[in-house]
């Protein structure tokens, strides 16, 4: 089931939500907790019903390693926790790309076989690692069962994110206030998901045929076709996975619950560290939190924190996704962080213009090894945008549709750099009538264009 359907917001999100909060009226907490939790598995199996089994096999794997732990504090059952996880995410997401690799460097026929990757795997996977290296050292709160699933399961944040702590989900669950009506939640929900919604369908949605022309239909792609082409893309990415994490952190505060944000104006960033600062952020949290600090971090001397730091990047690559462009973008920004760490060693500095321009145009430019299926389209794109090809029309836009894409993605960028974030928004409003106005209006407008459901591109990874 989407967020952005007509199912989704007309039956299903009205229906849980006067359930949840009556049975929690009338004082039956583990009821309401437990019709949250079936709602959250069938919002799960809206898409296939086999990827109920795979998720509820791997929360009782994980509840029960975790009680183990509680028991006996080995590293030994951490390890093996950890691998049975890591197990199921190899098969599902990287069987068929390690296999194929190998095959192709023996010589010998590929092997793979045809493996459907269960939606949102990658990301309740690293959130189910983190509990258990959490319960290993001691942090995370020991729970029934119960509230395990529904820190797992939470329909707002279980197919794309953001990926959470259990130490900061379950207490909330758990709170006197959390069955109680909480108008001030309820409006900063309502203004989220509104402009996430709008995001998503206005914007991102808009953009994504002159992406999918510009990269897999075009033959070739002059000068200003490229640039349209990969800007477009750019902000069709944010638009897209920044409206789902504004919809997510809304529906989680209708609940009372305060998802952790994964946005925070990513566009801004006057250089490559802060751009990984702002974007995807529970994402980095992640690598930062259980890869890079028990690797050693930067406390084992230059060269190892050099190589840390490479090292978690080329992983944030691969955990988009079993292909070698998802490698090489990761590696790039690895490379990125790399030099950035250097350049700050040594002292240096930019002008805060400079260091912003210098960023965004690296990080577009890499975000089309992100979006090319192919070798062929990359290279297209890049050979376009520094000019290798021909500043003339291409094949399959023309040049009033470039200029007037490229004004359109200009705009977008320069507004998510000179406006505040629609999370920075929601947290300063006072909800009076003319901001209550402006959040029904943005759902209204993105509600009549709700046309189509197109899935959300983090979907995919």
């Known amino acids: ?81 950890v691998c049975g996880n890591i197990s199921v995410l190899g098969y599902f997401k990287y069987k068929n790309f390690f296999f194929d690799n190998i095959s192709g460097l023996i010589g010998v026929p590929s092997i793979s076989e045809k493996v459907i990757i269960p939606l ?24 029934n069962l119960l509230d395990y699933t529904l820190f797992v399961s939470f329909f707002p944040q279980l197919v794309a994110g953001p990926i959470s702590y259990q130490h900061e989900i379950t207490p909330l669950f758990n709170s006197p206030e959390a069955g109680k009506l909480n108008y001030q939640n309820i409006g900063q929900g309502f203004f989220l998901f509104s402009m996430g919604l709008f995001k998503k369908v206005v914007i991102a949605d808009s953009l994504a045929p002159y992406v999918q022309t510009g990269f897999d239909k075009a033959l070739a792609l002059p000068f200003w076709d490229s640039w349209a082409t990969s800007l477009a ?51 980095g949290r992640f690598v930062r939190d259980y890869i890079y600090i028990p690797l050693g971090g930067s406390r084992k001397g230059s060269y190892i924190t050099l190589t840390n730091l490479f090292s978690s990047f080329l992983l944030i690559g691969l955990w988009h996704g079993a292909g070698w462009n998802f490698v090489l973008w990761g590696g790039l920004h690895g490379i990125a962080m790399v030099v950035h760490r250097i350049w700050q060693n040594l002292g240096g500095k930019l002008p805060a213009y400079a260091g912003w321009l210098l960023t965004f145009l690296y990080v577009n430019a890499c975000w089309v090894l992100f979006r090319a299926t192919t070798t062929y389209d990359a290279v297209k794109i890049y050979k376009g945008m520094l ?38 928004t929601a947290h300063s409003m006072k ?11 943005f759902f209204l407008v993105a509600f009549i264009k709700l046309y189509s459901h197109q899935t959300f591109l983090y ?3």
């Open 387 to 424: 000019g290798m090809i021909n500043i003339g029309l291409s094949t399959a836009l023309t040049l009033t549709d470039d200029f007037i894409q490229l004004g359109i993605c200009i705009g977008l960028v320069a507004f998510t750099v000179l406006f505040k974030n629609s999370v920075e």
């Open 459 to 461: 979907f995919d990874f």
């Open 431 to 441: 909800f009076s009538f003319k901001e209550s106005t402006l959040a029904i209006v």
């Open 1 to 81: 089931m989407l967020f952005n359907s007509h199912i989704f917001i007309l039956f299903f999100l009205p229906i849980v939500f006067a359930f949840y909060f009556l049975l929690r009226g009338f004082k039956l907490h583990f009821a309401g907790k437990l019709f949250l939790v079936l709602a959250s598995f069938v919002f799960y199996a809206w898409w296939k019903t086999e990827y109920l089994f795979l998720l509820s096999g791997t929360i009782i794997w994980n509840f029960m390693m975790a009680e183990a732990m509680y028991r006996w504090r080995r590293k030994a059952l951490l390890a093996l926790a």
């Open 120 to 143: 949102g795997v990658s990301f309740y996977t690293f959130q189910q690692i983190s509990f258990l290296v959490d319960t290993y050292r001691g942090k995370a709160i020991r729970s």
């Open 233 to 283: 893309y750019t902000c069709q990415l944010y638009f897209d996975f920044s409206g789902y994490t504004d919809m997510a952190l809304g529906l989680g505060l209708l609940f009372n619950i305060t998802l952790p944000n994964n946005f925070n104006s990513p566009y801004k960033s006057p250089n490559i560290q802060e751009f990984w600062r702002r974007w995807h952020i529970t994402l």
